[in-house]
């Protein structure tokens, strides 16, 4: 697509359910980010994948978040056991070659 | 750990004032620099970034900054704001080879008085 498409854009879910959400990258584009921004912070990153696999998951901050990629395209991260504390706008980015990446307008993620 | 600083959390200018955010940078080896703007309700776009070559680097919208190496720093500045620039600028950094992820500032408001 023309952009990274990023849904839902908003997620309202109650302490202790999982959720999905899920970055549709611009076509072609190899490598894709996600990360997690709260309020007054600027984004934080989580994981990236080159192709189908993670090529670095060291911002994941613990075992209940999870992502894949299983084309090489489209991703989920997915969150277990949500806490109050995962509240966040979750984002989404894609690059092609390293030189610039394409934000998406994010997942803004409640957790009540 | 790499790690980006942003001077200024929140800055008021009146239009056509002059503009200056600040951004240094924690990382001993080649560096890779980015500017990104968030204007209300809209997802980060690029402004300008560095790979190498000339330090001074134009982008959109009037933006430029400067790469500074002995001061690990890479300023935005702007000659003359525009109300239309008040958004949220972030400064990040690429680490970890040519399709690394970026490691971003805690941002700057920008509040441009009409």
């Known amino acids: 697509g023309a952009g990274v498409s990023q849904t839902p854009s908003n997620k309202v879910t109650e302490k202790g359910k999982y959720v999905e959400l899920r970055c549709d990258p611009i076509?072609?584009?190899?490598?894709l980010y996600w990360y997690r921004q709260s309020l007054g912070q600027g984004p934080e990153f989580l994981i990236y994948?080159?192709?189908?696999?993670?090529?670095?998951d060291s911002g994941l901050p613990n075992d209940r978040f999870f992502a894949v990629r299983p084309e090489g395209s489209v991703s989920t991260l997915k969150i277990q056991r949500t806490e109050r504390g995962d509240s966040a706008v979750y984002l989404c980015?894609?690059?092609?070659?390293?030189?610039?990446?394409?934000f998406g307008s994010g997942t803004r993620l409640t957790v009540v | 750990a790499q790690s980006v600083s942003q001077h200024n959390h929140h800055v008021i200018l009146s239009e056509a004032a002059s503009l200056e955010l600040g951004c240094n940078y924690s990382?001993?080896?080649?560096?890779?620099l980015f500017w990104y703007v968030q204007y209300p309700g809209q997802h980060l776009q690029l402004l300008l970034k560095?790979?190498?070559?000339?330090?001074l680097v134009k982008g959109i919208k009037g933006f430029e900054a400067e790469f500074i190496k002995s001061k690990f720093s890479f300023n935005l500045r702007k000659p003359s704001v525009q109300w239309s620039d008040t958004a949220e600028y972030f400064c990040?950094?690429?680490?970890?080879?040519?399709?690394?992820?970026?490691?971003f500032g805690k941002g700057t408001k920008l509040s441009v008085k009409p």
């Open positions: 990040a950094v690429k680490v970890g080879g040519s399709q690394g992820n970026l490691i």
């Open positions: 980015a894609s690059s092609l070659r390293g030189n610039g990446y394409t």
């Open positions: 076509s072609g584009h190899t490598a």
């Open positions: 560095y790979f190498s070559g000339d330090p």
């Open positions: 990382y001993g080896g080649t560096v890779n």
């Open positions: 994948f080159q192709g189908t696999g993670a090529a670095d």
